[in-house]
């Protein structure tokens, strides 16, 4: 399984931005998905994650309610829709993928295959 995530950029606080990625492998379907993010000087964090087998959706208390995690099946694709962004939110956004089978969760050790990341920058 490779990934591969595009779409970070430098933006405003207040403004949206989507990232994409696209996951390559036969079990799409049965992967679950999740979204990371490290900001400079601290450790990665989970940000959201959807399970493969009833599309159940966690998000982090920091973003509930701002993102959207979604997926494309007919694309191989995951989305993370990112509204009303604050400076809070800049960091290196990862995607990642549980092997086939499992659900989600938040833990990072739970996930086997990463993206190699997209820099966001929130500019206040």
């Known amino acids: 399984v490779q990934l591969q995530a595009s779409g970070g950029g430098l933006v405003q606080a207040g403004d949206s931005l989507r990232l994409s990625c696209v996951v390559s492998g036969r079990a799409f379907t049965r992967t679950s998905l999740a979204w990371f993010r490290q900001a400079p000087g601290k450790e990665r964090e989970f940000v959201a994650a959807e399970s493969w087998n009833d599309g159940r959706t966690e998000y982090s208390d920091s973003v509930k309610g701002r993102f959207t995690i979604s997926r494309d099946s007919a694309r191989n694709m995951v989305a993370l829709q990112m509204d009303t962004l604050i400076p809070e939110d800049t960091a290196v956004y990862y995607c990642?993928?549980?092997?086939?089978?499992?659900?989600?969760?938040?833990?990072?050790?739970?996930?086997?295959?990463w993206g190699p990341g997209t820099l966001v920058t929130v500019s206040s």
């Open positions: 990642a993928a549980r092997k086939p089978g499992y659900k989600s969760t938040t833990y990072i050790s739970g996930y086997s295959y």
